[in-house]
Structures are given as C-alpha cells and as structure tokens.
C-alpha cells in the first residue's frame, strides 16, 4: 500500500507564499509522474503542475510564473512553491503521484488527502 500525506496549507493574505510538501510513503518500487491539483468550492478539480520522474514540468496557464513545482527523488517528495497568492488561488490542494508499487509490474494512481489553501484579500 502507497501513502501521500501532503502538508503546508494555511492561510495568507494575498501576495503572500506558502510552500506545500507531499510525501510518499509504503510500498514504493518508483514513483514515475507526480502533481498537484486543486478544487474549488463548487468547481471541478483542476491540474495545477505536474512533474515527470526527469524533471520535466507542465503548469496551468492561470499559476505560470507564479507557482514552481519541484521533486526529491531520494525522499519520494514533491513540493509546490506558491508565490504572489491570489484570492483565486484558495482552494483544497491535492497531491497526485502515478506509482510502481514495490514488486508489482504496473503503475496506480494515488491521491493525497488534500490540504486547505486560502488567501485573503
């Protein structure tokens, strides 16, 4: 069994930063891509930045500039450094990672429990 335990979320005023961490932990063989999403109150889940086992990245257009996602391989973590907050930026964050489980020929998908992000005005 693989385990994300994300932590970091709080609240700020806008213009401000918050780091969020995301660890993996179990059963872990490799851990290929690894992201975060966020929901909104009364909206879908959203992709905000995704990170490839290489480093590669990819972010949504509204936190381009403003968010940096990065990853510690050795320490199965990804981080999400979020500078110049908006309003529009609060939601619940989740972290993603696509995982090769320990001893098994496939990936799965897992999500974290998610961490509370509110900026205010």
């Known amino acids: 069994q693989v385990q994300l335990v994300e932590s970091g979320g709080g609240l700020v005023q806008a213009g401000g930063s918050l780091r969020l961490s995301c660890a993996a932990s179990g059963s872990v063989f490799r851990i290929n891509a690894m992201g975060w999403y966020r929901q909104a109150p009364g909206k879908q889940r959203e992709l905000v930045a995704t990170i490839s086992f290489g480093g590669s990245t990819n972010y949504a257009d509204s936190v381009k500039e403003r968010f940096t996602i990065s990853r510690d391989n050795a320490k199965n973590t990804v981080y999400l450094q979020m500078n110049t907050l908006k309003p529009e930026d609060t939601a619940v964050y989740y972290c993603?990672?696509?995982?090769?489980?320990?001893?098994?020929?496939?990936?799965?998908?897992?999500w974290g429990q998610g961490t509370q992000v509110t900026v205010s005005s």
């Open positions: 993603n990672a696509v995982v090769q489980p320990a001893f098994k020929p496939y990936e799965s998908n897992y």
